[in-house]
């Protein structure tokens, strides 16, 4: 069915690669569950989240990348290098250990802070 386009490689290199698309795709999550709390809308969030996973918000990392690069010549400034999406979409199962600890990095960041923002909103909303 596959012929020779199906091999199995190392076990390892696959459950670090699934490992930071887990770390990643938590941080969408948080990110989403953030959306959820701040704006009382499961609708908005679940829409962002979906427009934001289907690259709707590649021309505005475009324009920013544009911006920020014209600033300076010779800056090769990429906003997808510090974004979850962007992330997502360059790695890939044999990524080099940069690629690999960047999505770690950025996935890990993006939920800590959220969660962060999340619990704060959630107990000033408690203490009304």
Known sequence: ????DFYLGSITELFQ????????????????????ILTYSTAFSMTSGI???SGL??????????????VKT????DLNKYILDGNI???LYDSTSEVMVRGVAVGVAFA??????????VKKRDIR
């Open 89 to 91: 979409t360059m790695l």
């Open 112 to 121: 800590i802070v959220s969660l962060f923002i999340s619990t704060i909103i």
């Open 1 to 4: 069915m596959w012929g020779s």
């Open 17 to 36: 690669y699934l490992g930071v698309q887990y770390l990643l795709h938590l941080g969408i999550a948080a990110v989403m569950m953030l959306l959820c």
């Open 74 to 77: 010779g800056l090769e400034f």
């Open 51 to 53: 427009l934001l996973c």
């Open 57 to 70: 918000a590649v021309p505005v990392y475009s324009l920013i990348n544009k911006a920020i690069n014209g």
